[in-house]
């Protein structure tokens, strides 16, 4: 597993949102928990349970309170952000029913998915990818798996508009990226871009089903990793 993997060869404190009791995830302290943790992995299931009532800004990324501080009226109350109704009055503040996760802000987000019919994140409006989207974090980055025969899945998904607008979502990157855009500037095959001296011929069969195809959100980034 994962955690097992990153205890035995790196330094890294972990842990596991399924190791908290479904009582324990909901509560406040539950941040606390993960906030002094260089690594928190969790799932999908996990992380679009309804374990807390979160405010979303227009991307549907999580409003955090320090966010929310800034956007108060005198009385206190949360106001939107920058979005008013026809007939002059403010809109609603937009919440979703997410997780305790969703209350901090994270350095780094890493996700791991799939193409076709088994994947997440290609399929906007499912709870999973809409609680995926909503993390708050400083970068991002998405590891597509790509077994043997998923080349027929790669270029549908080049070419499926719907599936790549879902993803530059999950990254946060801007709204008006084309598909172009973000093939050219934020997609790399990461296999084809690790220099063949740093691999061992031996064990490069054994690789060939475990390399991704990676999406990186981070704007500041501007070589391939």
């Known amino acids: ?26 509560s406040a302290s539950a941040a606390a928990k993960f906030a002094v943790h260089d690594v928190v992995l969790t ?7 309804k374990d807390a009532t979160i405010p979303v800004d227009s991307i549907g990324k999580a409003i955090l309170n320090s966010d929310s501080k800034k956007n108060t009226d005198e009385g206190g109350w949360l106001k939107t952000r ?7 009055g403010e809109a ?44 708050n974090s400083l970068s991002r980055f998405i590891f597509f798996v790509k077994e043997e025969d998923d080349v027929k ?31 050219g500037r934020w997609a ?8 063949e001296s740093s691999l061992d011929s031996s064990s ?3 690789r060939s089903t475990s390399d991704g195809y990676g999406c990186d959100g981070n704007e500041s980034s501007a070589e391939p990793w």
């Open 204 to 206: 490069s069969d054994e």
């Open 43 to 49: 799932t999908y299931d996990l992380l679009k349970s």
């Open 188 to 195: 790399y095959d990461v296999k084809s871009n690790v220099k």
């Open 153 to 183: 899945m790669e270029n549908k998904f080049k070419n499926d508009r719907k599936q790549m607008k879902a993803v530059v979502n999950a990254l946060h990157l801007p709204s008006g990226t084309t598909g172009k855009t973000f093939l």
């Open 1 to 26: 597993t994962w955690e097992a993997a990153l205890r035995e060869y790196t330094s890294l404190s972990v842990i596991s949102h399924n190791s908290l009791h479904a009582r324990e995830r909901k």
């Open 82 to 88: 920058g979005s008013e109704t026809q007939s002059g």
């Open 92 to 135: 609603k503040q937009t919440c979703l029913h997410l997780t305790i996760l969703h209350r901090l802000s994270w350095y780094r987000v890493i996700m791991m998915d799939c193409l076709g019919k088994r994947g997440y994140l290609t399929k906007p409006g499912t709870a999973r990818a809409v609680a995926a989207r909503a993390v």
